[in-house]
């Protein structure tokens, strides 16, 4: 009897010497659980997500947790949501229903500030490369400089699922510190003459037929052109349809609250259940933090690089802060725009173009990780 | 294919290939606003 007690007892501790022998992985990331769940309450920092994801760090790094094991709640999650790629796609189907493209549409040309905007990606690809991340790992710790999570997401768990955990949390991490990271290089890259110009207010021109025929357009020709990314641009480009259409505002209503609510709170506990702390706890890890900061950096550089050729192009016309909105971070970057531009002028009104060009940002996100997947599945990488 | 190249390649054409996605989507939708421009009474 004494025995049995005795040894029902030692089970009980289990965890706890578990923890203190081989598990300092565990408690390191525990801390880290708490960390992303103190961001998320007491800062606000992307909370739908960091609070999931910190809550299914916290689970996974327990000590003897098995929600990850086979059968476990998180392992369930992740082969129903991220192994299948489902999770990410019904968020776009939500993103393309919150999204307007009106700004886009009144002045098409800004669309290229979205093609600028990706630069990073590539840049960062070629430096994950030079530091030795394998072909595939390196297109997964690029792809943060989409600045688009679900993007990030649907390339990582296809190509390389180790770096799942750590690129999501850097890409969603770094896209709420947008409003951080920009204006500095945004200041240092400009002029004040260049951050002062006005570019007036953009005037109704478009259609609502034309607003129904974009997501339409949109999806047959980056379909044709680069189909392995299909079924990003298809979601975004269907929920938009939903909306402009106005004829499922059911559908719509579902998509950008109930479907994107619970989808979320899935995939972000999902992604904390690949934060175990022997598979995270890697110098590649931090690499990929690294990298990310920089692959957003470098989006912005390029960006306002553009919007300054476009100034001198223009005849001083277009504004090159709106190159820093290019970015898929919707609608935060066109935000630090308008402020960016309201502090040398407080009568300068950027926000409408620098949506527009926002906007341009999340096609450009996801026409750029497409185009990369085709080019990779051509090489016969994938 | 090296390392570099494979970089390079995915860099070129996939920089190339989004900026001419991009320019043709601009094309495309500058054509659509002509086809289905604002109803005049609406413009007014």
């Excluded at chain 1, 916290?58 to 098995?66: D, I, Q, Y």
């Excluded at chain 1, 969603?172 to 400009?190: D, E, F, K």
């Excluded at chain 1, 402009?244 to 899935?266: D, P, Q, W, Y």
């Excluded at chain 1, 005849?315 to 502090?343: C, D, E, F, T």
Aim: positive net charge.
């Amino acid at each position: 009897m004494l025995e049995s007690i005795i040894y029902s007892s030692a089970e009980l501790l289990a965890g706890i010497k578990y923890l203190f022998t081989g598990g300092w992985p565990n408690l390191v990331m525990l801390v880290v659980g708490f960390g992303l769940l103190f961001l998320a309450i007491q800062k606000e920092i992307e909370p739908l997500l960091l609070l999931p994801i910190g809550f299914g760090c916290v689970l996974v790094n327990l000590p003897l947790s098995e929600v990850m094991e086979q059968g476990g709640v998180l392992k369930f999650l992740y082969d129903i949501g991220i192994i299948t790629e489902i999770f990410p796609l019904l968020i776009f189907v939500g993103i393309g229903a919150m999204t307007d493209f009106g700004p886009l549409l009144e002045n098409p040309k800004i669309l290229l500030f979205g093609a600028a905007g990706q630069f990073g990606i590539f840049l960062t690809l070629l430096l994950a490369l030079a530091l030795g991340f394998s072909r595939l790992d390196a297109v997964c710790v690029g792809i943060i400089g989409a600045c688009d999570g679900p993007t990030a997401i649907y390339v990582t768990s296809q190509y390389a699922p180790h770096l799942l955990g750590a690129v999501s949390v850097a890409a969603y991490s770094y896209m709420s510190l947008v409003p951080i990271i920009q204006p500095p290089i945004m200041r240092v890259l400009t002029t004040q003459k260049e951050r002062t110009v006005k570019m007036g207010f953009l005037k109704e021109s478009v259609s609502k037929r034309t607003k129904i025929m974009f997501p339409l357009m949109v999806t047959v020709v980056t379909g044709i052109i680069a189909p392995k990314g299909l079924p990003l641009m298809g979601m975004i480009m269907l929920g938009n349809l939903m909306k402009e259409s106005g004829v499922v505002t059911r559908l719509t209503g579902a998509s950008e609250n109930e479907i994107a609510n619970t989808v979320t709170l899935f995939l972000g506990l999902a992604i904390g259940g690949t934060m175990e702390g022997h598979k995270f706890l890697q110098l590649q890890t931090l690499a990929v933090f690294g990298l990310g900061f920089l692959a957003i950096c470098l989006d912005t550089v390029c960006g306002v690089l553009l919007g300054k050729v476009w100034y001198v192009l223009s005849g001083g016309k277009v504004n090159p802060l709106l190159g820093a909105a290019g970015i898929s971070a919707y609608p935060m970057s066109a935000r630090v725009v308008q402020a960016q531009g309201q502090r040398y002028d407080k009568k300068n009104f950027l926000l409408m173009h620098a949506m527009g060009a926002n906007t341009g940002g999340q096609i450009g996100s996801v026409m750029a990780a497409a185009i990369m997947l085709s080019i990779l599945k051509g090489m016969g990488l994938i | 294919m090296d390392t570099l190249a494979f970089g390079l390649t995915l860099t070129v054409i996939g920089m190339g290939g989004t900026f001419v996605t991009l320019g043709i989507i601009i094309a495309l939708t500058n054509l659509l606003k002509r086809i289905f421009p604002i109803p005049s009474d609406l413009k007014k």
